[in-house]
């Protein structure tokens, strides 16, 4: 039986979540029952080279057997593929099928597919719904929720993009079977950030089911995507467009994290192993900024161990770092921002100075032998 979360918005309207096996094939009856589609409805299908062979055949025909005509589109998968120019690419073919604002568009894939197709539907004739369905760990606990939709610049990560909310999700985790290591471990990564900030009791469980979810137990996957959706949902509610400053707390890990994307190359370490290893840096910074404890700072590190999210064996110049931080989203006036957290659920904003910054950075260097 699927585990369903209602995201509801400040504007009063909401959309489900609904986290299962064998969701992916019930997709269209779900969205119908919904009144998202009806029959005739056009739909276009955005999925990537790895998602699209296993998954894209089932998802069509679940579409076309409500009456759907759906189209389709092949990205070549990959960080790469969220570009301005991959975007240029669906919006041009978008009006090559003479796609009208009544359309709906489908993200299948991971988190490059669904920001990419989420950005397209936010920007395409100033935007037609979007439905989420995540195949990764990782786009099922975060970027498949939230409405944030984004592609990249060689400067740096996600910094163009929309709001956009979707109008429906469908984390159908049978499609978890076919995730390789890296990619697991990288979900992992930011289901900690999420516990760690949401609170005492997603912390603890999460420490005490580490092992099952590393063993990707199928109850307890199930238990950690619900508990994070929970938590983002509740932050969006309070957030949308991460004007008063709750939403920021989401990117707990990612100052340092993006940075290591950018200076190693997009795709060298996967998203939540960077983030990972932003926070552990961002719990040492919170020792000396916001008064963290050590045990703060060892609980954190054990529960990173636990799923396998060990320090990166990687380093680069502290001023190349620092730079990279700089284009940062949170970054004002040329300072750089980061999320710290002083203990379990207990986090906040903090304005940083290079000086601080670059001492910090020339320790975590030292602790990988530079």
């Known amino acids: 039986m699927a585990t369903k979360v209602v995201v509801g918005l400040p504007d009063g309207t909401e959309y489900d979540v609904r986290i299962g096996a064998g969701l992916l094939d019930k997709l269209g009856e779900s969205l119908v029952a919904a009144g998202i589609i009806a029959s005739g409805t056009r739909m276009l299908v955005i999925t990537d080279t790895n998602v699209g062979p296993l998954y894209l055949a089932r998802a069509k025909a679940s579409l076309a057997a409500v009456g759907a005509r759906v189209s389709e589109i092949t990205v070549p998968a990959g960080e790469e593929t969220k570009s301005v120019e991959v975007a240029n690419e669906i919006w041009e073919a978008m009006a090559r099928l003479s796609l009208g604002r009544d359309c709906v568009v489908v993200a299948l894939g991971g988190g490059v597919v669904g920001d990419l197709a989420g950005f397209v539907a936010a920007t395409y004739m100033r935007g037609v719904p979007v439905v989420q369905v995540p195949t990764t760990l990782l786009a099922m606990v975060d970027s498949s929720v939230g409405g944030k939709t984004a592609v990249n610049l060689p400067e740096g990560k ?6 956009h909310q979707p109008a429906y999700v469908c984390a159908d985790t049978d499609t978890l079977a076919s995730l390789d290591e890296r990619e697991w471990k990288c979900g992992c990564g930011e289901i900690a950030k999420c516990a760690t900030i949401d ?11 580490a092992a099952a979810l590393a063993q990707r137990d199928a109850d307890v996957v199930v238990e950690a995507i619900a508990r994070c959706v929970v938590f983002k949902a509740n932050v969006v509610a309070q957030d949308v467009t991460e004007r008063a400053g709750v939403r920021e707390c989401l990117n707990y890990g990612h100052t340092l994290g993006h940075a290591i994307e950018a200076e190693a190359g997009f795709g060298t370490f996967s998203h939540g192993a960077a983030v990972a290893e932003g926070m552990r840096f961002a719990a040492q910074l919170a020792r000396e900024l916001v008064g963290a404890s050590d045990d703060f700072t060892e609980a954190q590190g054990q529960l990173l161990d636990d799923l396998g999210l060990y320090p ?14 700089k284009r940062d989203k949170k970054t004002r006036g040329g300072v750089v921002r980061f999320v ?31």
């Open 158 to 163: 996600n910094l163009v993009g929309a709001f």
């Open 199 to 209: 609170g005492d009791d997603f912390f603890f469980w999460l420490s005490g089911e």
């Open 312 to 325: 990166l064996a990687w380093q680069a110049p502290a001023d190349d770092l620092l730079a990279a931080m």
């Open 340 to 370: 710290l957290a002083s203990d379990v659920g207990a986090w906040q904003t903090v304005s940083v100075d290079d000086e601080t910054i670059l001492r910090h950075l020339g320790q975590w260097r030292a602790s990988k032998g530079a």
